[in-house]
């Protein structure tokens, strides 16, 4: 079981090449100027890898390779999209 703490945000930072992980995310609906509440985490049994569940630009949920993910912050808010001029604002006050 993998827990993840309910105001957990990311930003996506997609890796590139012939083995980068699908899907990628810049090319189904998200942005890199954004951050994006988890709202799941998936380990199959097969892979060393984890997928996060994440709602895109469009509100559709994805499942996306942790190795393209980086940690934006906690932030407690009803919002599940949030740019990332405000993540970092946020962090300095």
């Known amino acids: 079981m993998i827990a993840f703490h309910p105001h957990l945000f990311v930003r996506i930072v997609e890796l590139d090449g012939p083995r ?3 899907p990628r995310p810049l090319s189904s609906g998200f942005s890199e100027g954004r951050a994006y509440r988890v709202l ?3 380990n199959p049994s097969e892979s060393s ?3 996060f569940i ?3 630009d469009r509100d559709e949920m994805w499942f996306i390779c942790q190795r393209h993910l980086r940690f934006a912050g906690l932030h407690d808010t009803p919002a599940h999209h949030l740019d990332l001029g405000e993540v970092h604002a946020t962090a300095a006050d």
């Open 54 to 56: 994440l709602p895109n």
């Open 40 to 42: 799941g985490v998936y």
């Open 49 to 51: 890898d984890a997928y």
């Open 20 to 22: 980068a992980p699908m």
